[in-house]
């Protein structure tokens, strides 16, 4: 059974940071596409971004709100997927989530429906 797990997240002030943690179980991710989602209530969820460790180019991509603040990365040894969030933003308030393994193949930025395997969430507030 795949499992998915965050962790990781909280209440931060803006401008610090936060890492986030996704283990999985059941399921090896270092041949997988993983992504970080987020969601904020009434909005629809969105990709924020994803890595592929098979690749050695093109590896990870960010969603452009995103992009030179947070760092996608993955340990296989611990099957573990993160997001490192720095310089924490006000509107970065959401529940994160992550996903595993894009039904059609390849990875990107993808829609959420696009993605077999997702996590509960995990809250992250940034006050300002």
């Known amino acids: 059974q795949v499992q998915l797990v965050e962790s990781g997240g909280g209440s931060v002030q803006s401008g610090g940071s936060l890492r986030l943690s996704c283990a999985a179980s059941?399921?090896?991710?270092?041949?997988?596409?993983m992504g970080w989602f987020r969601q904020t209530p009434g909005k629809e969820r969105e990709a924020v971004a994803r890595?592929?460790?098979?690749?050695?180019?093109?590896?990870?991509s960010y969603a452009d709100s995103v992009k030179g603040r947070f760092t996608i990365s993955q340990d296989n040894a611990k099957n573990t997927v993160y997001l490192q969030m720095n310089s924490l933003k006000p509107e970065d308030t959401a529940m994160y989530y992550c996903a595993a393994e894009i039904q059609g193949g390849g990875c990107y930025l993808a829609n959420p429906s696009e993605f077999r395997y997702w996590g509960q969430g995990t809250q992250v507030t940034v006050s300002s």
């Open positions: 059941g399921y090896s991710i270092s041949t997988k596409c």
């Open positions: 890595i592929w460790a098979i690749w050695t180019d093109g590896r990870t």
